[in-house]
């Protein structure tokens, strides 16, 4: 039985997609953190170069993707769709489980299809220094990698957990030429302040968001780079998506479920994003799930509100799903996906009931990443894990309809620098964390009050 549906170098997308072309209605303003009020583009050049501030707002259905960024997509793209069909014998389900492979890029996950991209077009506008903050690892080292190949210098601010955490991750930065800080650090104001008042702090990705920023506003070479949540960002990573929707006509099915997880929503909209343009424009009937962890419900759980981006209220003020900017979630270790809030576009999808959302624990997570692993025989990144579980349940639930379903997940990574957490699950020092309900409301009062 064929399992592998492969495209060539040639059929790379030419395009980006963006869905605001297509949403039923328009994404609410970005708001400037100090005024509130709309955010023009001159209000965020300091932090983004003025060709992503244009995508970032742009309403064209299509963006071309410059040939310099094809020709190093094509180091690892286009990345395989796979036929489960071993995990669907364990499961002995009629269902048909697919998954797109992004652990198949170079650092070992989706985010360098957006990092490539960045790269690109700060490189264009003539600057040589990126400023970035990362939790797990993943989006720092895939900028590092970006930059490096730009020859452009990168600044990271990483989670101060991670940092002694996942030596490792820091090891691959470094190898790639970036300059690696744990935050909050002294380097920054914001840093300084956060430590004096708790000079142990652990870190969240608000604040090292809120440093990265810092940098980037106060050094004119200097820009920052974020690796989800933007609406520039999902549109880069539609790619996914695109040869997605090409190989599952090769292996002569549609999808009846589309399934990511979802940190700041990058990966999720990347595969989902393309379903939606043909559901909206042509009529298909695409269920599209994202999964977030229990620890961090924030589409399941969060007000669909305006709130900053950051803990320091540095960077621009969104409508999203949002847990409020100062909560701190549980030390999950799934690290990429404990972001406060999700990005505008899935928020306003979710509003609309187009997008579905579910929570699921890390110990049932951690089971089917293990099972997946047993089968497919690729360990996945706990992020992606979480998508795992979510196609598996559905897999089950189809057998349990005796159904025959096509479900389609993206596996946006391996686990191979995750292996701290696979130890600690099979020592089982793994804990389901119930929802933070009495956090969450503490830190959904501090929302900025927003009058427009
Ligand atoms: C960063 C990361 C995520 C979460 O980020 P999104 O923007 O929600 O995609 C998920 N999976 C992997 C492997 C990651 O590196």
New binding site residues.
Partial sequence: MQTQFNLTQNDIPKQWYNIQADLPQPLPPTLHPLTMQPAGPADMEPLFPMELILQEVSQERYIDIPSEVRDIYALYRPTPLMRAVRLEKALGTPAKIFYKY??ASPC????ANTAIAQAFFNKAAGITKLSTET??G??GSALAMATRFFDMECKVYMVRVSYEQKPYRRSVMQLFGASVTPSPSNETESGRGILASDPDCPGTLGMAISEACEVAIKNVDTKYSL???LNH?LMHQTVIGEETLMQLDMAGVEADVVI?????????G?IALPFLRNNLRDGAKTRLVGVEPMACPTMTKGLYAFDYGDTAKMAPIVKMHTLGHDFVPPRIHAG??RYHGV?PILALGHHLGLIDAIAVHQVPTFEAAALFAHSEGIIP?P??AHAIRAAIDEALDAKAKEEERVIVFNL??HGFLDLGSYDAYLGGRLEDYAYPEELIRTSLQKLPQVTL
């Fill in positions: 992004e652990g070992g996950s989706h985010k939790g797990a993943q989006w690796g989800s949540v960002v990511g997880c979802v940190g700041g929503g990058s990966n999720f990347g990429g996906l990005a990144a992020e992606s946006s990574g």
